[in-house]
C-alpha cells in the first residue's frame, strides 16, 4: 500500500494532522523522516 504521506505531498505541505488506520501522525517538512518510519 502506498503512504499518503510522503515527503513533497500536499498532506505535509498543509502541516496538519491526519489519520489512517487508527493511527493519528503529524507531518510537516521539519518530521519528514518521521513521517516515513510511520508509514512503514
Do not use: L, T
Not at 500536499?10 to 493519528?24: C, M, T, V
Not at 503529524?26 to 508509514?39: K, L, P, R
Request: glycine share 4%; aromatic share 12%.
Amino acid at each position: 500500500m502506498a503512504c499518503p504521506f510522503k515527503k513533497g505531498s500536499q498532506h505535509e505541505e498543509n502541516g496538519k494532522f491526519e489519520q489512517q488506520k487508527h493511527r493519528i501522525i503529524f507531518y510537516n517538512q521539519v518530521s519528514s523522516a518521521h513521517i516515513e518510519y510511520m508509514c512503514r
